[in-house]
């Protein structure tokens, strides 16, 4: 069984008004136990934030970002830089969505700068990276997730690649109802893990956290727990709900 401490997070993505979110992020702060040793990360949008901290505040839940920029402040219209994030309360940020990568252009070597500049600030980010569909059939999984892990850590200290959090995300499998089996989503992070220790050391690739993110449900949460490298969920619509959000969360704390 690995020491790993597992980490679900909930991406609520560009959904709920601010009395939601803030019912949403109390009935999950109260229910927190619930999650048993897992830890709890909530990912609000950014505008929401602020009542999502009030909300959550002396409970364990921790509070994300969705995204950041990687400067610190300056004349970019309508981006939220890593200390902005710090400010509120953030832990955590969420770097490198593939809804990031396919709708805004955002390239591996974005997210390595964006990763850099939230790790600078004190934020933990979660790193995402998967394969599309067509890349799947063409038996280019293995490829593209291997150079995504390479172009988005490129650069990092190990002690800092060590401490932050990937997110295995096959693009197929997102919001669509799919999900890759167990069997698969393992394989993927077992190979995650091993490009990791050939970038950084086998200690360090030991330490590191991988989540699976792509239609995590309570109801296949518990298979995908039992996974050896499987160390957690980003989770998507599910987060919306507490009930399912914090069964998939029971089922990793476990």
Not at 91 to 117: C, M, P, Q, W
Not at 133 to 145: F, I, K, N, P
Request: aromatic residues 4%; contains cysteine; glycine residues 10%.
């Amino acid at each position: 069984m690995s020491s790993r401490r597992k980490i679900v997070a909930g991406n609520w993505k560009m959904n709920l008004d601010r009395a939601q979110a803030r019912s949403l992020a109390e009935a999950v702060a109260k229910r927190s136990p619930e999650a048993g040793t897992a830890d709890l990360v909530l990912c609000p949008p950014a505008v929401y934030l602020d009542a999502v901290a009030t909300a959550v505040a002396d409970s364990p839940v921790a509070l994300g970002g969705q995204t950041v920029h990687d400067k610190t402040n300056g004349a970019f219209t309508g981006e939220v830089a890593p200390p902005m994030l710090v400010d509120l309360g953030c832990r955590y940020v969420i770097v490198g969505h593939s809804e990031r990568r396919t709708l805004f252009g955002e390239t591996d070597a974005i997210v390595n700068a964006k990763a850099k500049a939230a790790l600078a600030a004190g934020l933990t980010p979660i790193v995402c990276v998967g394969e599309t569909l067509e890349e799947r059939e063409a038996g280019r999984t293995g490829d593209v997730v291997t150079a995504q892990v390479r172009g988005s850590l490129a650069g990092l200290p190990p002690a800092d690649v060590a401490g932050l959090v990937i997110a295995y995300e096959p693009v197929w499998a997102i919001g669509t109802g799919r999900v890759a089996t167990p069997q698969q989503a393992q394989e993927v992070h077992e190979l995650i893990r091993r490009v990791v220790g050939a970038v950084t050391s086998p200690d360090v690739a030991g330490r590191v956290r991988i989540q699976y993110g792509g239609s995590v449900k309570p109801d296949n949460a518990a298979d995908l727990a039992a996974q050896p490298d499987i160390d957690g969920a980003l989770v998507g619509g599910a987060s919306l709900k507490a009930d399912d959000f914090l069964g998939i969360a029971a089922a990793f704390g476990r």
